[in-house]
């Protein structure tokens, strides 16, 4: 019944050594995002994916990519990790049916980075 | 100020008591979102909303486009219920980023038995 799978679901990294999180869906949705969640904070979106064209948000670092290589899985790879990357990281999916529609989001459980 | 405020910020409340979050946000918005989130985990999406009122178990979240606020209740509450109720709109104009979320900090609430 998993709907948005993370793995891992915790991930310990050492500072500057990269690192990759996945996501993947049954739902078959059209957009895809990633968010980083700091404690305490609200989530921050860092990207999303309509289809296959990519959408960065003006302040996510160039620290952060993703990838999409087929509608049911996304990555972030984190390319050098700095002690301030250390946050939870969250996958969501919705389906957009047009300019001005979107579906709800369903937000993946998760995955915990630690930064050595 | 933020896009999207939420009260209280925190708040503790005896198992069975009626609970009501707030939200109040500035920007003209297509739908809201109400998320759950618990203790290190994901988040949950409990309601969407755009008009009206609508009821989900316990849950009852309401909205009113003029004024632009929203409220999520909680009847009959229990420790179960203890999480962060997170505030999320979605608006056309913000960031240039079409339908992408605008989040509140969030309401941590405790349940006591």
């Known amino acids: 019944d998993a709907m948005v799978i993370q793995n891992p679901r915790y991930q310990v990294t050492q500072f500057g050594k990269p690192v990759t999180l996945s996501c993947s869906q049954t739902?078959?949705?059209?957009?895809m995002y990633w968010y980083q969640q700091k404690s305490s904070q609200a989530p921050k979106l860092l990207f999303h994916y309509y289809d296959k064209d990519f959408n960065n948000e003006a302040d996510t670092p160039d620290n952060f990519q993703s990838r999409r290589p087929n509608t049911s899985f996304c990555f972030l790879d984190i390319r050098s990790p700095g002690l301030g990357d250390a946050a939870m990281y969250l996958c969501?999916?919705?389906?957009?049916?047009?300019?001005?529609?979107?579906?709800?989001?369903?937000f993946g459980p998760g995955t915990r980075l630690t930064v050595l | 100020k933020n896009e999207v405020e939420q009260s209280p910020q925190n708040l503790t409340a005896q198992e069975g008591e009626f609970i009501t979050i707030n939200c109040s946000y500035s920007v003209g918005i297509s739908a809201l979102h109400w998320l759950q989130q618990h203790p290190g985990g994901g988040i949950v999406s409990l309601f969407m909303?755009?008009?009206g009122k609508k009821k989900h178990g316990r849950l009852i979240a309401t909205i009113n486009i003029q004024e632009k606020h929203s409220s999520l209740h909680i009847t009959a509450s229990h420790p179960r219920d203890s999480a962060v109720y997170i505030c999320?709109?979605?608006?056309?104009?913000?960031?240039?980023?079409?339908?992408?979320?605008?989040f509140g900090k969030g309401t941590k609430l405790s349940v006591k038995p």
């Open positions: 739902l078959n949705h059209n957009v």
């Open positions: 999320a709109v979605r608006s056309w104009n913000y960031g240039g980023s079409q339908g992408n979320l605008i």
């Open positions: 969501a999916t919705s389906r957009q049916t047009g300019q001005l529609s979107t579906d709800t989001q369903y």
């Open positions: 909303l755009s008009s």
